[in-house]
């Protein structure tokens, strides 16, 4: 299984992204996509999860701000963030969960400053 992110980058204070991330190999119908992050100096922490049904959970500290979706048929999950704050700076990791067991891609920066 691999993951393939894009979509990070330089934004000013308010500005928007969409972060894309793209699976491909063996992957079992039944997952759970989502988006984790690390800011400088800080642990890894859940950004939002997405079920194959469309169940989500997204962090509070970004609710209201981003939205996570999925396209199925092409394995792909998205996180839409608007109305971006400088500590929304960190690098954001693309994850895929199959019957428990964790693939990651290879994190894209999101860097927020004017």
């Known amino acids: 299984v691999q993951l393939q992110a894009s979509g990070g980058g330089l934004v000013q204070p308010g500005g928007s992204l969409r972060l894309s991330c793209a699976a491909s190999g063996s992957i079992f119908r039944i997952n759970v996509m989502g988006w984790y992050r690390r800011a400088p100096g800080k642990q890894r922490e859940l950004v939002a999860v997405i079920t194959t049904g469309g169940t989500t959970n997204t962090v509070d500290s970004v609710k209201g701000r981003f939205t996570i979706s999925r396209d199925n048929a092409k394995n792909t999950v998205y996180l839409q963030m608007n109305s971006l704050k400088p500590e929304d700076t960190a690098v954001y990791y693309c994850?895929?969960?199959?019957?428990?067991?964790?693939?990651w891609g290879q994190g894209t920066l999101v860097t927020v400053s004017s």
């Open positions: 994850n895929l969960q199959i019957k428990s067991v964790d693939y």
